[in-house]
């Protein structure tokens, strides 16, 4: 399974599917790869104050942005992350940390290495916003 139905299939990336889906990145991310999804749970996504979610879900170029901004155009094992800047499909770089468990930017890694066909997803605790 590619890193989109990888995410459908773990049943606990119901936004980000959505949001995938209405900012037509579908197809982009079922391509070859490889791709390192930092991929925020639903419970990440319900940090957003309902009304900011659904007017960036609504906004297709501003969703477009913030979703790239989570996608790494190389496939990173967690064995393989180091400290530093890391550039995004978007064009900024995420910064990664590994002091105490490893921190993407202001959010915490939940789980590592889930493995699909054409990269592999981490899981963060708190969806990533572009500057």
């Not at 900011?52 to 989570?70: E, F, I, P, S």
């Not at 590994?98 to 963060?124: C, E, R, W």
């Amino acid at each position: 399974k590619d890193v989109v139905d990888t995410a459908v299939g773990a049943g606990n990336f119901k936004t980000l599917v959505a949001a995938v889906q209405a900012a037509g990145l579908v197809d982009t991310l079922k391509g070859p790869g490889p791709f390192t999804i930092f991929a925020p749970s639903d419970e990440a996504f319900a940090k957003i104050p309902k009304a900011q979610l659904d007017a960036l879900l609504a906004d297709k170029a501003a969703l477009t942005k913030v979703l790239t901004y989570h996608v790494v155009p190389a496939k990173v094992m967690a064995a393989d992350v180091k400290e530093g800047q890391v550039p995004t499909v978007q064009g900024q770089a995420l910064t990664v940390r590994t002091g105490a468990g490893v921190m993407v930017n202001q959010s915490k890694v939940l789980a590592t290495d889930v493995q699909a066909s054409n990269g592999v997803i981490h899981v963060i605790d708190t969806v990533l916003m572009p500057q």
